[in-house]
């Protein structure tokens, strides 16, 4: 049974840094990409960033230069670093594990910048 974890999110003033982490099980982690995704209230859920089984990333426009993905296939863990963190980066995260052609998801973590 494949799971997929978020962790890390909360509440985060305008300028400020939060690291999201994901976790899985049921995978071949190592030899699979990972993604991050976020929903924004009455917005439809888009790619943060993403990362190749070896270590490639590519990122939204909006949010380079300020975030970043990493992953490290020992700990069976990807995280985002996000700093510089704005108002319109509020949203739920989701980790996304692509595996044999199904998408499984986390249950999101909820990010919220405002001062």
């Known amino acids: 049974q494949v799971q997929v974890v978020e962790s890390g999110g909360g509440l985060v003033q305008p300028g400020g840094s939060l690291r999201l982490s994901c976790t899985t099980s049921?995978?071949?982690?190592?030899?699979?990409?990972m993604g991050w995704y976020r929903q924004a209230p009455g917005k439809q859920r888009e790619l943060v960033a993403a990362i190749t089984d070896g270590g490639t990333p590519n990122y939204a426009d909006s949010v380079k230069g300020r975030f970043t993905i990493s992953r490290d296939n020992t700990k069976i863990t990807i995280n985002l670093q996000m700093n510089s963190l704005k108002p319109e980066d509020t949203a739920v995260y989701y980790c996304?594990?692509?595996?044999?052609?199904?998408?499984?998801w986390g249950k999101g973590t909820l990010v919220t910048v405002s001062s």
């Open positions: 049921g995978i071949i982690f190592s030899i699979y990409p």
């Open positions: 996304h594990a692509p595996y044999k052609g199904m998408n499984y």
